[in-house]
C-alpha cells in the first residue's frame, strides 16, 4: 500500500497599505504555495490559504515570497492541527 505525506496547511491573515488590497492579491496568486486567496472585509483585508511540505517550508514561504509582496504590511499565520 502506497502512503502519501500529507501537507502542511496554514492560514495567513493579512493586512494591506490602504489602496493595496488588488495588487497583493495578484502578487499571492503567483506564488506556488498560495492555493486559496480571499479578500474580506473586517479587520484584516485578506485571507490566503497555504501549503507545504513542512512548517520550514510554509515559514520560507511567508517570510521571503509573501513579505516581499509590495503593499503587505502584517501577517499573522495559523497552522492547521491535525486531529
Known amino acids: 500500500m502506497r502512503r502519501c505525506k500529507k501537507l502542511t496547511?496554514?492560514?495567513?491573515?493579512?493586512?494591506?497599505?490602504?489602496?493595496y488590497v488588488?495588487?497583493?492579491?495578484h502578487g499571492l496568486q503567483e506564488i506556488e504555495e498560495v492555493k486559496e486567496v480571499y479578500p474580506v472585509t473586517g479587520g484584516i483585508d485578506i485571507i490566503v490559504k497555504v501549503e507545504g511540505q513542512d512548517v520550514e517550508t510554509i515559514a520560507k514561504t511567508i517570510l521571503a515570497k509573501i513579505h516581499?509582496?509590495?503593499?503587505?504590511?502584517?501577517t499573522e499565520t495559523h497552522i492547521v492541527v491535525p486531529l
Open 68 to 74: 516581499s509582496i509590495d503593499g503587505v504590511s502584517r
Open 22 to 25: 488588488e495588487p497583493v492579491v
Open 9 to 19: 496547511i496554514c492560514f495567513v491573515l493579512m493586512n494591506t497599505q490602504a489602496g
